[in-house]
């Protein structure tokens, strides 16, 4: 009789505080539309890149400070992918726009509707045309390549968790 007792006070106290998960870490990613990332207007700044030893200047004042805040978070970014490099028919790199009319109907986005999407590891299979989402880290910030900026937003893609469509 005791032992019932126990078995079913434990039993309630894990309906009403809820079952632990054992030998999994529980990483919670925040959901993050563009309707949050593309919410500001984003100038480029004047640059003369024919100065190699020129640096570039910043930008950063105009991201607001909520889109800051993000920097380095775990987040989950859907949108629709433009491959930019692949490996043994994986994509490792893209780009994570919008909308899909941004990449092959000539609409340029602006620099705050796209993610560049670095995946660690191995790559994914390439889903053009259907919204994906993408789970990782988050950096914000300008990026320059070559003197040119090339983003403001940059996710380490740690795996591709969703298909719509």
Do not use: H
Not at 35 to 46: I, K, Q, W
Not at 106 to 119: F, R
């Amino acid at each position: 009789m005791k032992y019932s007792r126990r078995l079913l006070s434990l039993w309630l106290s894990l309906c009403v505080v809820g079952w632990p998960i054992v030998g999994a870490a529980a990483v919670e990613y925040e959901a993050v539309g563009f309707d949050r990332l593309a919410s500001f207007t984003f100038t480029a700044p004047e640059f003369n890149n024919a100065d190699p030893k020129a640096l570039p200047p910043s930008g950063a004042d105009q991201i607001p400070a909520e889109i800051k805040a993000l920097d380095q978070q775990k987040v989950a970014v859907t949108g629709y992918m433009l491959p930019v490099r692949m490996e043994a028919g994986l994509v490792k790199e893209l780009l994570l726009v919008k909308d899909p009319m941004m990449c092959c109907y000539g609409v340029m986005p602006k620099i705050n509707e796209w993610v560049v999407v670095k995946m660690i590891g191995a790559g994914v299979k390439p889903l053009m045309d259907v919204p994906i989402t993408f789970e990782g880290k988050l950096r914000v910030g300008e990026m320059y390549e070559n003197g040119y900026l090339t983003g403001v937003y940059l996710l380490e893609g740690e795996k591709l968790v969703g298909v719509k469509g």
